[in-house]
């Protein structure tokens, strides 16, 4: 298992690890319509997934705004940013910040990609920072377990990442 602090405390993270060379667990979170959603729903496409533990905090904030824009210049890849927040926070944060080009799906229901990708954080009910990386045949290609929570994941080596997948 991946060893993850939050402001130095270390968190209990629920679930298993996943690694490249992996099959992508699949999960079902929640749209901002509080429709379902799951990772078959792209299937075919490269999947960049970013976690945040909350979009309404400033490393989180910069983190999705960041991947919002790489997102613009990506071909044939969904990019999908996870947290545990209220879909309808989500709603209003993305009308506010002017997130056009990802999605961002609540796990809040029952931590469905929080437990099958191994971050959700026991202590605080919270997903821990991590990225994923999906290629189009549904293999984890690379991911980052940002060991304290409350830092910048590599954004470089995951675009990297993305562009290498097929």
């Not at 993305?94 to 997130?99: D, E, P, V, W």
């Amino acid at each position: 298992m991946a060893n993850v602090t939050f402001k130095e405390t270390p968190m209990t993270l629920m679930g298993n690890e996943v690694k490249p060379g992996d099959k992508a667990p699949d999960f079902t979170v929640l749209a901002n319509d509080l429709s379902e959603v799951s990772l078959k729903d792209s299937k075919g496409k490269v999947r960049l997934i970013s976690v945040v533990p909350s979009v309404d905090t400033g490393v989180c904030d910069q983190q999705t705004r960041r991947f919002n824009e790489e997102a613009a210049n990506l071909d044939n890849v969904e990019v999908l940013t996870i947290s545990c927040d209220l879909p309808f926070a989500q709603k209003r944060w993305c009308a506010a910040a002017g997130i056009e080009n990802l999605q961002v799906l609540s796990d809040h229901r029952d931590l469905s990609f929080g437990k099958n990708y191994g971050v959700a954080m026991e202590e605080l009910r919270l997903l821990a920072r991590s990225i994923f990386v999906i290629n189009s045949d549904g293999e984890v290609t690379y991911t980052e377990y940002v060991p304290e929570a409350t830092n910048h994941p590599d954004y470089d080596a995951a675009i990297d990442a993305v562009k290498k997948a097929k």
